[in-house]
């Protein structure tokens, strides 16, 4: 049963452009979430998070939303760049218990078109 | 440079070697993970080491064997593997606290021949 789940395995954009990367989750527990960019043949690089309490969080040309309701957060990156293309995997901390534990979704693969 | 060193980068083995993947952080962090990056799946936690100690095993088979010497290494030894185990093995680490996150090394990529 996937708790994380990004159901778009890939989005193209223009230059420019915005970029939008949907996750959903399942499990009400998750208390943090967290995005990570990924490269072909490198390990995930933490991009930005955000905790439960909040529901927005800002840094520079990416944003991330949670719609706690909803179980459902997003990621904006505005304006988008060529060196932006990469696999972005949404992740979440907690589900009782294992507080430190990243529970993963699939990865969206962004392209953004010059 | 995320801080977390993995070695090799690149693996190809037999599926009767023996192999051994190493993982160096010098962050201070007092955890350690591995995790397994395969085609069209989502990042699978393997294990996870808190101050040396081994406190989760994802029900990885007994082929895959860690060992953390201490808070700075982390090693995964690797004993008659099959093709299918063929993927990118992560390395993370991160403090022991609520809410934070890991960072990860380069990756070995594993090839099971």
């Known amino acids: 049963d996937q708790q994380v789940k990004q159901n778009s395995p890939s989005l193209s954009v223009q230059e420019g452009r915005i970029s939008i990367l949907n996750c959903d989750y399942t499990?009400?527990?998750?208390?943090?979430f967290l995005w990570y960019k990924k490269y072909p043949a490198e390990g995930p690089t933490f991009l930005i998070s955000?905790?439960?309490?909040?529901d927005k969080n800002e840094d520079g040309r990416f944003t991330v939303f949670l719609n706690k309701s909803a179980k459902h957060l997003s990621l904006h990156i505005v304006p988008s760049q060529p060196g932006d293309s990469a696999v972005y995997f949404c992740?979440?901390?907690?589900?009782?218990?294992?507080?430190?534990?990243?529970?993963f979704g699939k990865g969206t693969l962004l392209t953004v078109n010059p | 440079e995320t801080g977390v060193t993995q070695t090799p980068r690149h693996l190809v083995m037999g599926m009767t070697n023996k192999k051994s993947l190493k993982c160096e952080q010098h962050?201070?962090?007092?955890?350690m993970y591995w995790y397994k990056q395969s085609a069209k799946k989502p990042l699978e936690l393997m294990f996870v080491?808190?101050?040396?100690?081994?406190?989760e095993n994802n029900s990885v088979p007994s082929r895959f064997s860690p060992e953390c010497p201490n808070s700075s290494h982390l090693f995964l030894h690797l004993h008659t593997l099959q093709p299918e185990d063929s993927a990118l093995y992560l390395c993370?680490?991160?403090?022991?606290?609520?809410?934070?996150?890991?960072?990860f090394g380069q990756g070995t990529r594993l090839t099971v021949v």
């Open positions: 962050l201070g962090h007092n955890a």
């Open positions: 955000i905790s439960s309490i909040k």
């Open positions: 992740a979440a901390i907690g589900g009782g218990g294992s507080n430190y534990k990243l529970t």
């Open positions: 993370a680490s991160s403090q022991l606290v609520i809410n934070t996150e890991a960072f």
């Open positions: 080491y808190n101050f040396k100690e081994q406190t």
């Open positions: 499990n009400s527990m998750f208390d943090y």
